[in-house]
């Protein structure tokens, strides 16, 4: 079975597991990154790691036209519900099994306030084991933490993490992940949005794959990368 993930800018992520078409995060409306928009993006699930407009932006009205099923945190799955959407509300330490895989949230240290101002829970990230046994780790935006051993433990075969600084962990912080993550493969995410969180990524990779074992691919918007 054939895993491919795309990066569509930002923190606006595909990923096809066989058949099943899953989009993360979806930020196309006002993303100066974007390589598609929301009006022509395929998806069946929706999954959203936090409330912020940067990550949760199109998901409604991508639900809408698509059918998708939302899946979140138990608070944004209310919110997305109250607006007619389906949804599979999980929160974090919970897994659950998809025709995609076994999911699982994950920790994120960072805020989740819904564009509207509603509480939007604890921000978390996205642990995935497809059904041929990939592990794929989407952090979403979190600053550095230790328990990111725990989920190396589980032994990645992809981490795609933020090295924007400013808003989620920078380069150096990053760097530490990858070496408590222990991933076979990182993709970094969440810079050069915004003059704000611009990053060298190339600078990065070079750190990163001298201090460890891992393999850096840096993407371009509409890139993709088979597992
Ligand atoms: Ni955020
Ligand atoms: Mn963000």
């Known amino acids: 079975m054939e895993t491919i993930y795309t990066w569509y800018g930002h923190a606006t992520h595909g990923l096809r597991v066989g058949e099943h078409k899953i989009l993360i995060d979806p930020y196309f409306t006002g993303n100066p990154a974007a390589t598609t928009t929301a009006e022509k993006v395929e998806a069946d699930y929706i999954l959203i790691t936090h409330g912020h407009n940067d990550h949760i932006a199109d998901a409604p009205s991508i639900a809408e036209r698509t059918g998708a099923l939302c899946i979140s945190n ?46 939007g829970g604890n921000p978390a990230g996205f642990l995935l084991t497809t059904p041929d046994n990939k592990k794929i780790y989407i952090a979403g935006d979190t600053g550095l933490f230790g328990d990111m051993a725990l989920i190396g433990d589980e032994g990645l075969d ?64 509409g890139d993709t990368f088979s597992l």
């Open 158 to 221: 992809l981490a795609v993490i933020p090295i924007g600084d400013n808003y989620t962990m920078g380069p150096d912080d990053a760097l530490r992940a990858v070496k408590l993550l222990r991933p076979k493969s990182v993709i970094p995410v969440h810079y050069n949005t915004w003059e704000l969180i611009a990053q060298d990524p190339n600078a990065w990779k070079a750190r990163v794959e001298a201090e460890t074992e891992t393999q850096v691919f840096v993407l371009k918007p």
């Open 74 to 119: 138990a608070e944004i799955s209310t919110w997305l519900r109250n607006k007619g959407l389906k949804v599979h509300g999980q929160h974090i330490g919970g897994g659950h099994k998809y025709p995609f895989g076994y999911l699982k949230l994950t920790p994120a240290m960072h805020g989740s306030r819904l564009p509207d101002g509603s509480d």
